[in-house]
């Protein structure tokens, strides 16, 4: 019984990943991006505090084919006490700053400020850029022009060391459930933030009574994840090592049940053995990213 479930997870967590060509246009990008910023800030564009991609790409957790790429840039501290000096909304005035120097350089790109970052819309994917200034501590302060305007604390790293804690525990089982379940987000235009997926997916696996398993017991992963997902309407997280609090909503919450129920079904039918069936259920949750066929 359950012949497919290694092979068919193998497989569909295989073509999850971003390839290399994507990766390098993704970086090459980011990297041109904080070039130019180094030349308006810096007069150089191999001069600068550099820059940082967070989100997905940082942790290991995006998907084939992607879609965006985050990066802090490290402006110079006398750019950032400029804009904190405003009467009002100095981040409005830094991001329309860096929006300003973009389009110097990409001049036929629509490049917006969207709240907390410019974003840049390439024709392969989009670059966010989100100026900051890096702490002591290793944290950042960024812009959010929203409601007259405030600085943010961000903890890109420490966000990662709790992926990365909770991955070890979980026989690295953690980074593959959250790839799938953006996977499910992208394939049924489930209505949630990818930051809240990976925030309900790591609570998930502390507890997941498969987390030190295989792949044979992917398919017992994912329908308890749904599960868990169906029992978390307007549930209360943590962002790690800050003090802010996020209710995930529930628009979601009717995808995840349909989701589970498929995912009941996906199971039943691996135990018996129903390849074809089985896969059939998968693919309503996932798309044709996992076989329909595995052995």
């Not at 180094?38 to 967070?54: A, I, K, T, W």
């Not at 392969?124 to 405030?150: D, H, K, M, W, Y």
């Not at 868990?228 to 943590?238: D, G, M, Q, T, W």
Request: charge should be negative; charged fraction near 25%.
């Amino acid at each position: 019984m359950w012949s497919a479930v290694t092979p068919r997870f193998r497989r569909f967590i295989t073509n999850l990943q971003l390839s290399e060509a994507q990766r390098f246009d993704g970086l090459s990008k980011a990297r041109n991006v904080a070039r130019k910023l180094n030349s308006e800030y810096f007069g150089d564009p191999d001069l600068g505090l550099g820059y940082y991609v967070y989100g997905s790409w940082g942790k290991g957790t995006a998907i084939s084919p992607p879609y965006d790429v985050d990066m802090y840039y490290r402006v110079p501290i006398e750019e950032f006490e400029r804009f904190d000096r405003y009467a009002g909304n100095g981040q409005s005035g830094l991001l329309a700053s860096v929006r300003e120097t973009l389009l110097d350089r990409y001049p036929q790109t629509r490049i917006r400020g969207d709240g907390q970052v410019v974003v840049i819309d390439f024709n392969s994917l989009t670059i966010e850029v989100a100026p900051c200034l890096e702490r002591q501590n290793g944290s950042f302060l960024i812009p959010n022009s929203n409601q007259g305007g405030a600085w943010m604390v961000a903890e890109p790293r420490s966000e990662i060391s709790q992926l990365n804690y909770v991955d070890s525990i979980s026989n690295n089982n953690l980074r593959p459930l959250v790839q799938m379940a953006k996977q499910w987000k992208r394939h049924c235009n489930v209505p949630i933030k990818s930051f809240y997926i990976e925030l309900l997916a790591t609570e998930y696996m502390r507890s997941c009574e498969w987390r030190e398993q295989s792949l044979y017991y992917y398919d017992w992963i994912v329908r308890d994840f749904f599960q868990f997902l169906v029992n978390s309407p307007e549930k209360i997280v943590s962002v790690p090592y800050t003090e802010e609090i996020i209710n995930v909503g529930s628009d979601w919450h009717s995808r995840s049940i349909t989701a589970w129920e498929r995912a009941v079904s996906a199971c039943e039918f691996e135990r018996e053995d129903s390849i074809w069936s089985a896969g059939e259920c998968w693919q309503r949750i996932f798309g044709d990213k996992i076989p329909e066929y595995a052995a």
